[in-house]
């Protein structure tokens, strides 16, 4: 069966928005790889839990390009998310939320176990090893405006070893 042919009216109508259309499509495009190439991020993971635990870490490492703050978190998983330090107090380790996180211009800032980190708290369900954890990080510039960045993160089993060609940190 041969193919339909177009009017002359479609064609010209296909014609004329043609540019808008390409233009608009390279503006999106062009502005998620704008905030994609802001921040990078790397060896993103949280740690998996038991069927009890309503609380996990995430951790990775983000480098920006310029002077930027991680301003909040989000995620699908947990009903709250926290970007948290750790610190010695005396004999106690005291774990306590940031209102922000400096990105200092081509620093690498680690997310770690045991020192700055995301925290997901009251999770809607057991994070199993090798599942993918959604999150959304908020981020704001110097001029004050604010991107979202996805990033996903790799559920890991507690003491698993690295995955193959993963940094050490």
């Known amino acids: 069966m041969a193919a339909p042919l177009l009017s002359p009216i479609t064609v010209y109508a296909m014609l004329q928005h043609t540019p808008r259309i390409l233009l608009a499509a390279a503006l999106a495009l062009g502005g998620l790889a704008h905030a994609q190439a802001q921040v990078q991020v790397h060896d993103a993971?949280?740690?998996?839990?038991?069927?009890?635990?309503?609380a996990?870490?995430?951790?990775?490492?983000?480098t920006a390009a310029q002077d930027m703050r991680l301003v909040g978190v989000s995620s699908p998983a947990a009903a709250v998310a926290e970007v948290h330090t750790m610190k010695m107090e005396g004999n106690v380790m005291k774990m306590r939320p940031m209102a922000a996180l400096d990105l200092p211009a081509g620093k690498p800032v680690q997310l770690?176990?045991?020192?700055?980190?995301?925290?997901?708290?009251?999770l809607h369900q057991q994070?199993?090893?090798?599942?993918?954890?959604?999150?959304?990080?908020?981020?704001?510039?110097k001029d004050g405006k604010r991107q979202s960045l996805q990033v996903e993160a790799a559920a890991r089993a507690l003491g698993a070893a690295k995955p193959a060609g993963a940094a050490m940190h």
């Open 45 to 54: 993971w949280v740690r998996a839990t038991t069927a009890q635990q309503k």
């Open 56 to 62: 996990t870490g995430a951790f990775m490492q983000l």
């Open 112 to 122: 770690a176990p045991g020192g700055l980190h995301i925290m997901l708290l009251d």
């Open 127 to 141: 994070v199993q090893p090798g599942s993918v954890v959604p999150l959304t990080l908020e981020l704001e510039g």
